[in-house]
């Protein structure tokens, strides 16, 4: 029944028996630059690559101050803690998500509180932000606490899922008036643009991924980013086990994290880096093929990107008409060794978090019963390993 559209998504990985959802390229200087890390002998978190990436990516982003870290994970981790996120907070995000928002925000000891997210976005709703706030909550001495729980609310946690930005400077504009930091997680998001601004700039604090599977690579490793020096010093600090810097001395003024990024791993980041601009266009290009292979298909609907904004189209995706839709075209891809796959199941229904406190989640809900990503790897991969290409 999908065998049309299964052939149209081979005609876009041409040569390939089995398509990935989304792998690494390494066509550029990485070579180069991780043998120079290992030649240096710093492979380890003090090193000059670590530096370049952080100002690399300042530079691509126009973030003022960047702190390299270990994955995105401990990124967000060290973000919340420096944006004084503690036990016994609550930290509002969205469910659509993958694990790792909703794992930072209690590996603080926080609760997650997870509210819906927009239909054209997919990122969390201002609406239902705004809606949350003013029925649940009650500002004292310029504090948000939670009516039923009288928690405090210390931050909120966007995340611009697929590489769509989510509606940012109203997401942040809500929480300034309600005294709520924002800790923005685009690890999907590197490149991607709303107001002609990068997705990760707009908060306190962003962060980006660097895992294998991300639009960029350095094996594993993240960023914080922002433009308050004291904000990024502390992310520093923290990351870097709290040691306070002397040329001898070893003396440490909290329990700090080993999280910082190893040289090799910025080493490899920076080669990826020098990459980004070509990549971003070729999924560009791929977004725009998958959007003209889709609109033939009228049970099925391609995500664009939302207006104002500019994605990197991290991960493409569609929306079926319904779960059983979505389960069948799934299993087709799969039989085919198309490997696409749904969204993620709800941040709310894993057994950690389904306790947590949430709205309707109504779009949530009706967006994860119909989500597919689609196969979204940088295609000169195709190109570079076909034998005759020049
Ligand atoms: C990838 C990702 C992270 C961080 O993942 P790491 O694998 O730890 O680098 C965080 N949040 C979201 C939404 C992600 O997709």
Redesign the pocket.
Same mark, same amino acid.
Not at 71 to 74: K, V, Y
């Given at each position: 029944m999908f065998s049309e559209l299964i052939k149209q998504i081979r005609t876009l990985y041409p040569g390939r028996e089995a398509i990935s959802l989304h792998e690494p390229l390494f066509a550029g200087r990485e070579k180069e630059y991780t043998t120079q890390a290992i030649d240096s002998t710093f492979v380890s978190s003090v090193g000059a690559f670590v530096e370049r990436f952080e100002q690399d990516i300042c530079a691509f982003t126009g973030a003022d101050y960047a702190v390299a870290t270990v994955?995105?994970? +401990?990124a967000?981790h060290a973000a919340l803690l420096a944006m004084g996120v503690r036990p016994e907070d609550e930290v509002l995000t969205q469910p659509l998500? $993958?694990v +790792?928002?909703a794992n930072a925000i209690n590996y603080c000891g926080a609760r997650p509180i997870f509210l819906d997210v927009e239909r054209d976005t997919l990122g969390l709703s201002p609406a239902a932000l705004e809606d949350f706030l003013t029925t649940h909550t009650i500002c004292r001495d310029n504090t948000c606490y939670n009516r039923a729980t009288q928690r405090r609310i210390a931050a909120c946690v966007p995340?611009h899922t697929f590489g769509h930005p989510v509606r940012i400077e109203e997401v942040v504009a809500i929480c300034r008036r309600h005294h709520i930091a924002v800790v923005e997680?685009a +690890?999907?998001a590197l490149g991607s643009k709303y107001r002609g601004r990068h997705c990760g700039t707009f908060g306190d604090l962003g962060i980006y991924? $660097?895992?294998g599977n991300?639009t960029i690579t350095c094996g594993?490793?993240?960023m914080v980013v922002g433009h308050d020096k004291k904000l990024t010093d502390r992310v520093r600090h923290l990351t870097t086990t709290a040691k306070i810097p002397h040329p001898w001395q070893y003396r440490h003024d909290q329990a700090g994290y080993n999280y910082r990024m190893p040289n090799l791993n910025a080493a490899l980041g920076c080669a990826q880096l020098e990459m980004l601009p070509a990549f971003l266009a070729d999924k560009r290009e791929l977004a725009a093929e998958y959007e003209k292979i889709l609109v033939a298909v009228p049970a099925l609907e391609f995500i664009r990107e939302p207006a104002e904004a500019r994605s990197n189209y991290w991960l493409n995706a569609l929306l079926t008409s319904d779960r059983e839709q979505r389960d069948r075209l799934l299993a087709a891809c799969h039989k085919e060794k198309i490997f696409c796959r749904p969204a993620w199941d709800l941040l709310n229904t894993l057994p950690m978090y389904n306790d947590c406190q949430t709205d309707n989640l109504t779009t949530a809900n009706w967006l994860a019963d119909r989500l597919i990503n689609l196969p979204s790897s940088v295609r000169q991969l195709n190109r570079q390993r076909t034998p005759e290409a020049v």
């Open positions: 994955t995105g994970t +401990a967000l998500s $993958f +790792a928002t995340m997680d +690890a999907e991924s $660097f895992n991300k594993g490793g993240g």
